[in-house]
Antibody
Framework: QVRLVQSGTEVQKPGASVKVSCRTS????????VHWVRQAPGQGLEWVGW????????NYAQTFQGRVALTGDTSINTAYMEVTGLRPDDTAVYYC????????????WGQGSLVIVSS | QSVLTQPPSVSGAAGQSVTISCTGS?????????VHWYQQFPGTAPKLLIS???DRPSGVPDRFSGSKSGASASLAITGLQADDEADYYC??????????FGGGTKLTVL
């Protein structure tokens, strides 16, 4: 079955960087885009960006342009999201999600990775 | 401020029906992009509820239905049950192929 398993909680200081992983299984990693979504405490969902694991092409929300990098390692079917220049308002749960085959919805989600930015 | 507009909250009595609206613009829903809906319980990842404007994934009860007209979409829930209490989000894409979400709607079952 399809699974997306994310790395655990990270605590980082302002200005630092964090790299979150999303290990996929149960489908062909290179066939489907992987999206990343952020949810700050008590807030709604915010789209971060997508990566095409086959080509490495990416697309980012303007809010995250220049501070987020999405990458993929096809040898271990894993997607990564790196956020640089962390700020306290980057404290959030970050989800990875697989795009569906027949439309652009997110049909499978990771369990979420909590990133806490605090001095 | 979210790109797609949803009411912050809706409520309905058990057994009754509610509708959650999702309003976009000519840059996203109105440009023809599909609308998808997700259900999220506290502390858990969102779950796909409706895809492609109106399609229910396997396992989603037919009490949930989606529709779209122009730059707006709606999620209807009939026969409300206590375990429908959750947050509901609409999602689409814009003309730059960037994802957009609604701000979310908290459903309370009275």
């Amino acid at each position: 079955q399809v699974r997306l398993v994310q790395s655990g909680t990270e605590v980082q200081k302002p200005g630092a960087s964090v790299k979150v992983s999303c290990r996929t299984s149960g489908y062909t990693f290179t066939d489907f885009y992987v999206h990343w979504v952020r949810q700050a405490p008590g807030q709604g969902l915010e789209w971060v960006g997508w990566i095409n694991p086959h080509s490495g092409d990416t697309n980012y929300a303007q809010t995250f342009q220049g501070r987020v990098a999405l990458t993929g390692d096809t040898s271990i079917n894993t997607a990564y999201m790196e956020v640089t220049g962390l700020r306290p308002d980057d404290t959030a749960v970050y989800y990875c999600a697989k795009e569906a085959v027949d439309n652009s919805c997110f049909d499978y989600w990771g369990q979420g990775s909590l990133v806490i930015v605090s001095s | 401020q979210s790109v797609l507009t949803q009411p912050p909250s809706v409520s309905g009595a058990a057994g009754q029906s509610v509708t959650i609206s999702c309003t976009g613009s000519s840059s996203n829903i109105g440009a023809g992009y599909d609308v998808h809906w997700y259900q999220q319980f506290p502390g858990t990842a969102p779950k796909l509820l409706i895809s492609g404007d109106r399609d229910r994934p396997s396992g989603v009860p037919d009490r949930f239905s989606g529709s779209k007209s122009g730059a707006s979409a709606s999620l209807a829930i009939t026969g409300l049950q206590a375990d429908d209490e959750a947050d509901y989000y609409c999602q689409s894409f814009d003309t730059s192929l960037r994802g957009v979400f609604g701000g979310g709607t908290k459903l309370t079952v009275l």
